[in-house]
Every structure is written in C-alpha cells, then in structure tokens.
C-alpha cells in the first residue's frame, strides 16, 4: 500500500485545517487507518484510528472534539479534521494503514500553527 498525505501548511492559532490520507493501487476501505504526529524532539503520538467498518478510537486530546477521523471510501481517503489548533499542535503529521497482513506508513505533511 502507498499513502500520500496532503492539507498540511501555516495555520493562526484557532484555525482549522483539513489533511487527507489517499492510496493507491489499493483499497482503502480495506485497511484500519490511523493519523499520527510527530513534533521536534519529541515521539510520535497517535491521535485517531478508524477500522475497516468504521468504528473509531480517539486519544484524549482528540477525544476533547478538538479532532476528527472519518473516511470517503469512494475517494479511497481518510480525513483528520483539526479544529482550535494551537502552536503545540505544531508537528509532521502522518497516516499509517494496516491490513491485510500489510501496512505502511506515508511521507508525512507539515502542521505549523504559528502567528
């Protein structure tokens, strides 16, 4: 499986954005999705997955409503929508799949929430 990520970029404090998670040469429905991230100097974290039939598991800061996951089955794409962003939330954000006794990571989309 190969994942592209993209929406990342330069948010103000209390902005939104939108990142997309999009294979190729497989379906993705197939495959349980999670967002991650990883901020300087620090470990990666994961913040949401979503299963092959839906269901979703939040971390607590997601869980906080700040984050949502969800997926387009027919755009073979998984969404985090991020809301209220503030300068920690600052970090290279990634989406891993697995399934199917495969999984893989993508390339990553830089999150700088900055004035």
């Known amino acids: 499986v190969r994942l592209v990520e993209s929406g990342g970029g330069l948010v103000q404090p209390g902005g939104s954005l939108r990142l997309s998670c999009t294979a190729s040469?497989?379906?993705?429905?197939?495959?349980?999705v999670s967002w991650h991230r990883q901020a300087p100097g620090k470990e990666r974290e994961m913040l949401a997955l979503?299963?092959?039939?839906?269901?979703?598991?939040l971390s607590p800061d997601s869980a906080s409503g700040r984050f949502t996951i969800s997926r387009d089955n027919a755009a073979n794409t998984v969404y985090l929508e991020m809301n209220g962003l503030m300068p920690d939330d600052t970090a290279v954000y990634y989406c891993?799949?697995?399934?199917?006794?495969?999984?893989?990571w993508g390339q990553g989309t830089q999150v700088t929430v900055s004035s």
């Open positions: 979503i299963t092959q039939t839906g269901g979703i598991n």
């Open positions: 891993f799949a697995m399934g199917n006794g495969d999984s893989a």
């Open positions: 040469a497989v379906t993705l429905e197939t495959y349980a």
